[in-house]
């Protein structure tokens, strides 16, 4: 492995599992603040409140929520949406793991969408057109 990746051997964009579960309840309802989000949480399982400021805090920092002060409270809202996260996610594990050949990481997004759904293959293929189609147009999406 080269040194300049064993040096760097963390995912920057990675999230530990309570600040995803925080970031699907904000996705799905966005301007929760701090006792809400303490409330859902401790329906699968017990959760203080400090314990979830903490995390709304450190998902502050890593640019994932903004927040905005009403009242004695703040609300939280995704900066990220679900698909930039994912692709920052993604961009990490490439880089950490990435050989120099793009063949690679082809055939391992192929893979994985095979078996994802039955349709996802699919799915990739459209991708990759509208892609082609918006470098067509100079990087205008025609939707």
Request: glycine letters at 4%.
């Given at each position: 492995?080269?040194?300049?990746?064993?040096?760097?051997?963390?995912?920057?964009?990675?999230?530990?599992?309570?600040?995803?579960?925080?970031?699907?309840?904000?996705?799905?309802?966005?301007?929760?603040?701090?006792?809400?989000?303490?409330?859902?949480?401790?329906?699968?399982?017990?959760?203080?409140?400090?314990?979830?400021?903490?995390t709304l805090e450190r998902l502050v920092r890593k640019q994932c929520l903004e927040r905005e002060k009403k009242g004695h409270a703040y609300q939280y809202f995704p900066k990220k949406s679900r698909s930039e996260l994912l692709g920052s996610m993604l961009k990490?594990?490439?880089?950490?793991?990435?050989?120099?050949?793009?063949?690679?990481?082809?055939?391992?997004?192929?893979?994985?969408?095979?078996?994802?759904?039955?349709?996802?293959?699919?799915?990739?293929?459209?991708?990759?057109?509208?892609?082609?189609?918006?470098?067509?147009?100079?990087?205008?999406?025609?939707?």
């Open positions: 492995m080269p040194a300049s990746r064993r040096a760097h051997n963390t995912l920057p964009n990675s999230l530990g599992e309570l600040e995803l579960k925080v970031m699907e309840l904000v996705w799905s309802a966005p301007g929760s603040d701090a006792r809400r989000l303490t409330e859902q949480l401790s329906i699968d399982a017990p959760c203080r409140l400090t314990t979830v400021q903490a990490d594990v490439i880089h950490l793991l990435h050989d120099g050949q793009a063949n690679t990481i082809l055939s391992s997004f192929v893979n994985v969408a095979a078996r994802l759904e039955d349709d996802a293959l699919d799915e990739l293929e459209k991708l990759i057109q509208r892609k082609r189609q918006e470098k067509k147009n100079g990087g205008k999406r025609n939707d």
